[in-house]
């Protein structure tokens, strides 16, 4: 019984002398996790302070803010609900690459639609952004968006450890 004792006794010695190395460890890792950067936005329209960031990555995710289908110079693609969904699309693809993801690292998505008759006609052009799998979403029907829009998509991407 006493070498079981003594055994028990030398098993917790050896574990408080490692606690500070698994304290350091640990430690490292809760700062890194709590590391979170945000991005603003590039170019907002002039003379307009955004009171949102374009991106934040916290984590091992990248949450993106709601983009609509506005093209370099800031106005929404002409033609109707494809061609504002496409350069929708296109914006956030840009934006994955800008901040190191890419539309296949996307694992969830918010749509709003200002019609919703036009979900089948965003399904389509959505559609062709994916080749394996679709992220998780959800659309909705909203009443008015930003500058008229005709569709807003909002995504988050997994992009691992930085």
């Known amino acids: 019984m006493n070498g079981f004792r003594a055994s028990r006794r030398a098993r917790i010695a050896a574990a408080f002398a490692l606690l500070p190395l698994f304290s350091c460890a640990i430690a490292a890792v809760a700062a890194e996790a709590g590391k979170i950067d945000f991005y603003p936005v590039d170019n907002p329209p002039k003379g307009m302070t955004l009171p949102f960031s ?19 110079s800031g106005k929404l693609a002409a033609g109707g609900i494809k061609p504002e969904a496409k350069q929708t699309m296109d914006n956030i693809a840009a934006s994955l690459k800008k901040h190191g993801a890419s539309i296949d690292r996307l694992v969830q998505c918010t749509v709003a639609l200002a019609d919703m008759a036009d979900w089948p006609a965003f399904n389509e052009v959505y559609r062709g952004y994916f080749k394996e799998h679709f992220p998780a979403r959800m659309a909705y029907g909203a009443n008015g968006l930003a500058l008229g829009a005709r569709v807003e998509v909002q995504c988050n991407a997994y992009v691992g450890s930085r």
């Open 54 to 72: 374009e991106a934040v990555h916290a984590g091992d995710m990248l949450y993106l803010a709601g983009m609509i289908g506005t093209d370099a």
